[in-house]
């Protein structure tokens, strides 16, 4: 078939397979020749591995640190008639590359907010790996189901206390408008932090604790994003934020449970990029093209690949020590959160309107990173040739996503 993008709200219902492929080959190439990362982790679990900040750290552990990944995501595949999710092409290159350099990569598809799932991964573990030295924790969901009770909950974009107005970018008709959102009750809230809390990242830890397969020193790391004040009512003081606060909250528990094995939790704080969970946050389109502006102009700019090769190379491995804020996290936003860096972006959020968008943001830019997600955009692919959507790999096999 032939394959264009085909865009509804923030999200992209197409994928391209050759494109998403190239998107992981982008990636690889840039942490190679960036080169390798001195005492780095050799055996690492990526849940939530598929794309983003998950993808960028499982690429980073294998190409930059010769390491062996095991990948948990929740993605669907193609039928002979509509491409699968972004994240199974991605993660079938990812092998296909791992596979080419002798490196050991295994995937398991999956909800990894189960029982099941949690024990499968496990498992494959402890049979091929005995142990893993990394456990990078990057879901991001809008639902999840509590494998104790067998209830689903729901996660919220929404204020806490008052409403939330101000500007926001419709990114179907390129306009800028303005956003008005009522608050969250407070069974939206506690449902946020259940989706997207600490609790999950904790299960995790202790069944792995519990079946001996963290090694001794075994880091885990889990993402999280403060963003800069005008986003705050929606996301840092709002349902988001009290559910990344409880994840935060969770590292020194977990560093806790650790101990025994010298082992330690840090939360990452990351910057503003292009992911598909970013793209459906109100007023953070608009704030990401105008920080993407600024950041390119002062020769800071980054995108998931290379802030997690940094990550890695200068808080985590190469004989450094972890630089943390007062609340004990690791701020790889530093770049962003530079003074000079906001007081720059907060001069153009006053100014900026429909008629000067594309002249004083990077809105082309966040264009372009938004359509690759998905394999859209890539110059050395020819999107007018017939692929085939079917791309498989050897997934571990457990029940498929339905929709």
């Known amino acids: 078939m032939i394959i264009k993008p085909r865009i509804r709200g923030f999200i992209c219902v197409t994928t391209h397979p050759v494109g998403c492929a190239e998107n992981v080959r982008e990636q690889i190439q840039f942490v190679k020749a960036k080169g390798p990362v001195a005492d780095g982790p050799k055996k690492v679990l990526v849940i939530g591995s598929s794309t983003g900040y998950g993808l960028a750290s499982r690429i980073t552990a294998a190409f930059a640190c010769n390491a062996a990944t095991v990948g948990v995501f929740f993605e669907r595949p193609a039928d002979a008639d509509k491409p699968a999710t972004a994240g199974w092409y991605n993660t079938a290159e990812l092998e296909k590359a791992a596979t080419e350099q002798g490196l050991y990569a295994k995937s398991i598809n999956g909800d990894a907010f189960s029982d099941e ?49 101000a500007k926001t970018l419709n990114t179907d008709k390129e306009l800028v408008t303005t956003v008005d959102i009522p608050p969250a009750n407070e069974e939206e809230i506690a449902n946020t932090v259940k989706v997207m809390g600490g609790e999950d990242w904790n299960l995790w830890i202790d069944d792995m604790l519990k079946a001996g397969v963290l090694a001794e020193g075994c880091k885990t790391v889990a993402y999280s994003y403060i963003g800069p004040e005008i986003t705050w009512a929606v996301y840092r003081n709002g349902t988001i934020g009290k559910a990344k606060e409880d994840l935060e909250n969770n590292a020194a528990s977990i560093t806790k449970k650790m101990q025994s094995i010298n082992g330690t939790a840090l939360v990452s704080v990351n910057k503003a990029v292009v992911t598909q969970a970013s793209s459906a946050i109100p007023v953070v389109p608009l704030y990401i093209s105008l920080l993407f502006k600024v950041m390119k102009e002062k020769g800071t700019h980054e995108g998931c690949i290379e802030q997690i090769y940094r ?93």
């Open 117 to 165: 799932i949690r024990k499968q991964t496990i498992d494959l573990i402890k049979r091929d790996l005995i142990q893993v030295d990394m456990v990078v924790y990057s879901l991001a969901s809008p639902r999840r189901k509590d494998p104790k009770s067998g209830i689903d909950f729901s996660s919220v974009l929404k204020p806490i206390g008052e409403s939330f107005h």
């Open 311 to 403: 990550m890695f190379a200068t808080q985590l491995y190469n004989g450094k020590t972890p630089q943390l804020d007062e609340n004990g996290r690791v701020r790889m936003d530093d770049w962003e959160m530079a003074p000079d860096v906001q007081s720059a972006v907060m001069a153009l959020w006053a100014d900026v309107c429909t008629e000067n968008l594309k002249e004083i943001s990077d809105y082309n830019t966040y264009r372009a990173e938004f359509l690759k997600l998905f394999g859209f955009g890539f110059s050395q692919v020819n999107y007018e040739e017939d692929v085939s959507p079917m791309v498989p790999f050897n997934v571990v096999n457990v029940p498929q996503p339905t929709a």
